[in-house]
């Protein structure tokens, strides 16, 4: 995956690209939770299964979007724009 250079981006397109990362990162946290407590109760009820791990695996596609939203406000602040 080629990586995208934001300083070629107009502001308009970082406070878009920053909107839609932002309203993905609040879905990956709240599907997260609700699986994390899902999980806890399964656990007490039927005790560890494999499928316990499955919830984690959405902590590394959760920190790339908080790195990319990180990235995208860096780039807003250098621009002196307040997105």
């Known amino acids: 995956m080629e990586k995208e250079n ?3 981006l107009s ?3 970082l406070i878009k690209k920053k ?6 990162f609040g879905l990956m946290v709240g599907s997260l939770v609700i ?12 005790g ?3 499928s316990n791990i499955i919830p984690f695996s959405f ?3 959760t920190a790339i979007i908080y790195n990319s939203i990180t990235n995208i ?3 807003l602040k250098s ?4 997105g």
């Open 48 to 50: 560890f299964q494999l």
């Open 73 to 75: 406000n860096k780039e």
């Open 6 to 8: 934001l300083h070629e």
């Open 59 to 61: 902590l590394p596609i």
């Open 19 to 24: 909107k839609s990362l932002n309203f993905a």
């Open 11 to 13: 502001t308009e397109e």
């Open 35 to 46: 699986s994390l407590i899902i999980t806890i109760f399964q656990t007490i009820k039927n």
């Open 79 to 82: 621009r002196n724009v307040n």
